[in-house]
């Protein structure tokens, strides 16, 4: 290979990186604000200020307003990840339960949506997104669910469904009302709902075999 080749192979590669690593600093920032202020925090002309980058460079990555936010929900759930795999591996399925939902209506997680579970922090926001960030958010809907099917072993659709909105809810709750009182109580109630809930399966499961 010859060296004035090497030169424009490099050059080209060091673009590809630079590209990918502008992208990724706009994403980070639309995922942190899409999830703290709603689709109308992404404002192109703000967020590319923000992040130090000019507007017009916006276009360079995404085609519109609409395909940002639906990357930067992709991102952010891309980041929060199937924690489910991160549970212990000794625990029952009702603790699996337990536990993913105590993790989920814990108060850190109240308090910092930036970095927390988009599914919460966007679901009152969907009604108001385009049609591709609708599809969007039901299709990372249905990855949960997914996912929790795949750690449970093949449970009823029903089960992980009702624990999933019942933790998105009782989250979003939690996070619209002022008093911390009347929010960590939101929160106790929906955690001990899912451990009746978890064990109410596992016991209705015993009786059907």
Not at 123 to 150: I, K, M, W
Not at 162 to 184: K, N
């Amino acid at each position: 290979m010859s060296y004035e080749i090497f030169v424009v192979q490099e050059a080209g590669v060091n673009r590809s990186e630079q590209k990918a690593a502008t992208r990724t600093k706009i994403l980070d920032l639309a995922a942190a604000r899409l999830r703290t202020e709603g689709l109308a925090g992404n404002a192109v002309h703000r967020l590319m200020r923000d992040a130090g980058l000019t507007h017009g460079g916006f276009y360079v990555h995404f085609p519109s307003k609409e395909a940002l936010d639906v990357a930067a929900l992709e991102w952010a759930m891309e980041n929060v990840g199937n924690t489910a795999k991160h549970l212990p591996g000794s625990l029952s399925r009702a603790e699996r339960r337990k536990l993913l939902a105590a993790r989920y209506l814990a108060r850190s997680h109240r308090d910092h949506p930036e970095t927390g579970c988009p599914l919460s922090a966007l679901v009152s926001e969907v009604p108001h997104g385009g049609t591709a960030f609708q599809n969007a958010y039901a299709a990372c809907v249905a990855q949960s669910l997914l996912d929790r099917q795949a750690d449970y072993g093949g449970t009823p659709p029903g089960e992980d469904i009702a624990l999933l909105a019942l933790a998105i809810g009782g989250l979003a709750l939690a996070r619209a009302l002022p008093d911390p009182t009347t929010s960590d109580a939101v929160l106790q109630a929906c955690r001990d709902a899912s451990a009746i809930l978890a064990d109410a399966f596992e016991e209705q499961r015993g009786e059907e075999q």
